[in-house]
């Protein structure tokens, strides 16, 4: 999965969770079960695509080193 599909579902869960946490108040003890999961949710997405990213990076880096290992051997 492309980093463009964390973004849109972290901005899409964001949106709601801010709608929710405006209402916050008002809500019955259910809602705020609600609430709790999509937090726990927007929160496991953010570490997912946090952790890509790193993975990504960490891959790109260790393609350059192995690249240039390569050059080095020629």
Known sequence: MGNKFF???ILGVGVIWA??????????????????V????W???IVIFVKKLYR???????GQQDQKDNEGRS
């Not at 999509?38 to 949710?41: G, L």
């Not at 990504?56 to 260790?62: F, G, I, S």
Request: proline letters at 0%.
């Open 7 to 9: 973004i849109y579902q």
């Open 19 to 36: 709608g929710m946490a405006f209402f916050f108040k008002e809500m019955d003890e259910t809602s705020k079960i609600i609430f709790y």
């Open 38 to 41: 999509v937090t726990s949710w």
């Open 43 to 45: 929160l496991f997405l």
């Open 56 to 62: 990504d990076q960490q891959a790109k880096k260790n």
